[in-house]
């Protein structure tokens, strides 16, 4: 069976009621620079993962559980993968 | 001429050639946790908005303005903005 390599995007953020500190800080900062109408801004992380594996599917649940193991803290965390 | 609520994203990335030592400790980890196969890890940041404007493409323009001014160092980053 021949490997493939995958191009993967995983997006980490936090869950809805969760503070986030960080984006409040950047909602202060963008009204200070002018910018208005913003009415919320929430953090979160990216990982742009490039992976081997034997099918789109075997690449999803790989970093599924990548998610589960490493990138994500589910206490808090929400995460999606996306697959090319 | 009224105003809509637009929820957008912004996603942030290290420029080709930028080190990510993040993302290679990211790497090594998977690796020592006995997930095969991964090439590379590249760590980045995304900012859930919400913001009022006359018009989609308003919203666009000003998301690419918060982009150049605070949300990347557009010395070492890329940006994309999307808006639902």
Same mark, same amino acid.
């Given at each position: 069976?021949?490997?493939?390599? #995958?191009?993967? @995007? ?11 500190? @960080? ?19 929430? @953090? ?14 075997? %690449?999803?649940?790989?970093?599924? %559980? ?5 990138? %994500? ?5 929400? #995460?999606? &993968?996306? &697959?090319?």
């Amino acid at each position: 069976m021949s490997m493939n390599t #995958y191009s993967a @995007q995983v997006r980490v953020t936090l869950k809805r009621g969760v503070l986030d500190p @960080q984006g409040k800080a950047i909602e202060g900062a963008l009204d200070s620079l002018g910018f208005e109408g913003v009415n919320q801004v929430r @953090q979160g992380k990216t990982f742009d993962i490039k992976l081997d594996a034997n099918s789109k599917k075997e %690449a999803e649940v790989s970093l599924t %559980a990548m998610c589960e193991k490493l990138l %994500a803290n589910t206490v808090i965390e929400d #995460y999606a &993968v996306f &697959v090319e």
